[in-house]
């Protein structure tokens, strides 16, 4: 039996934004429904709007997928897209949803910009690499990068919406192991550790991320 390529490991990793983008649009679906709650209110923990981060979770999978997608994709900055804020403090993106297809809509943004991720991961190159200001990624670290916005902005909307959220645990352990290669693995299950990875959980004997943190999305033979 041959062993894993690099283009088969492409598409794993495009099937793995693929599934953990599907997870997270179930698990917000009921938000949806007549009689739900208001995007309006703040999505956990943060500062804006549930809406304000569905468009902003969009805009990162988005951007991702875009980064990569040139012919010659760019190795110091970003695609020039035009990104900016439509409230004071709200987040600067290019995607937005119109409003006037409600939550619902929003969710078909967000899929159809998992669906844009996963297919430029599965047809990128392993050697290419394009610039993000946490290093210069390749495709499976884009992938991961989308997979942990998903998950932990997931995480936010369900609790400014009142919904469970049980994260796909593979995608969990694949993402964490992928971007936070020196984060302890020993102290607590996979999820637990990317909410503190992430800066919204706590861990006994480690200190507080919430006040800044960072991932490493370059490949592990480009890290020296």
């Known amino acids: 039996m041959s062993g894993t390529t690099a283009e088969d490991e492409g598409a794993r990793w495009a099937d793995d934004v693929r599934e953990t983008v599907a997870r997270a649009m179930a698990a917000l679906a009921p938000a949806t429904s007549e009689g739900a709650p ?23 999978l988005f951007a991702y997928a875009a980064q ?5 994709p760019p190795a110091d900055d970003d695609v020039p897209f035009r990104w900016e804020s439509t409230t004071p403090g709200g987040p ?8 006037a297809h409600g ?3 929003l969710l078909r943004v967000i899929d159809a ?8 991961v599965r047809v990128t190159p392993p050697e290419a690499r394009a610039h993000h200001v946490f290093g210069r990624a390749d495709a499976a670290g884009f992938a991961a990068m989308g997979i942990v916005e998903t998950l932990v902005h997931t995480d ?3 609790q400014g919406l009142g919904l469970e959220w049980n994260p796909p645990e593979a995608q969990v352990a694949r993402s964490l192991d992928r971007l936070f290669p020196d984060v302890p693995r020993d102290l607590a299950p996979p ?15 480690l200190p507080d991320r919430a006040s800044g943190w960072r991932w490493d999305a370059r490949p592990a033979g480009d890290r020296g």
């Open 38 to 60: 208001s995007w309006s209110v703040p999505a956990g923990p943060l500062t804006w709007s549930c809406w304000e981060t569905g468009e902003h979770l969009a805009d990162d």
């Open 103 to 105: 939550p619902a809509g």
């Open 68 to 72: 990569l997608a040139p012919a010659a």
């Open 191 to 205: 999820w637990p550790t990317l909410r503190w990875a992430t800066g919204r959980a706590s861990l006994p004997g």
């Open 156 to 158: 936010d909307l369900a």
């Open 113 to 120: 910009c998992g669906g844009l991720l996963a297919a430029v």
């Open 92 to 99: 600067a993106n290019t995607i937005r949803a119109d409003p």
